[in-house]
């Protein structure tokens, strides 16, 4: 990965949530709540971008910071849709999502070259062109340009196929 800024990752956070947001205009209740035979709801894919509950993606992320090398263990493929997730509506979990990557955003946006080449240990990483060892600014920029626009790819599909139905 080119050598990035926190503020150009910041700004690409920004970008890529504002994509996303786009991508879920108009999608009401019922739409986000079905899902193609065998995929994710529109709602269970808001979900998995939020990841567990608890602490959020800067906490991890500033374990990087804090730590030395700290094992950050990510699960792939779980859409992490809780009950509490399950009765909230879709535009709440979209904001939810947008504050969170918010605090990711600020959390980029301060961060120096040397945090930035601060490494963790990610094992599912590990077959990735990242690798195990990924420095911080290489954590952010998958997150969002693979994990994110994934995701916002993934819902596009997903709204065609209910729309299909």
Not at 2 to 28: M, W
Not at 69 to 88: G, H, K, V, Y
Request: charged share 30%; net charge negative; hydrophobic share 35%.
């Amino acid at each position: 990965m080119a050598a990035s800024t926190g503020r150009q990752l910041a700004e690409t956070i920004h970008t890529r949530i504002e994509e996303l947001k786009k991508v879920c205009e108009g999608i009401d209740e019922g739409t986000a709540s079905r899902a193609p035979e065998g995929r994710w709801s529109p709602k269970q894919i808001l979900s998995h971008v939020l990841g567990p509950e608890g602490p959020g993606i800067t906490e991890g992320l500033q374990s990087v910071l804090d730590l030395d090398i700290p094992t950050i263990d990510l699960e792939a493929e779980n859409p992490f849709f809780s009950e509490r997730r399950a009765l909230m509506r879709f535009d709440e979990l979209l904001s939810e999502v947008e504050k969170q990557y918010g605090e990711v955003s600020k959390f980029a946006e301060g961060l120096s070259p040397d945090q930035l080449d601060r490494k963790a240990h990610v094992p599912l990483l590990k077959e990735t062109d990242l690798g195990e060892y990924p420095t911080l600014e290489g954590m952010i920029g998958s997150l969002l340009d693979y994990h994110l626009q994934f995701h916002t790819d993934h819902m596009r599909e997903i709204l065609k196929a209910l729309q299909a139905s």
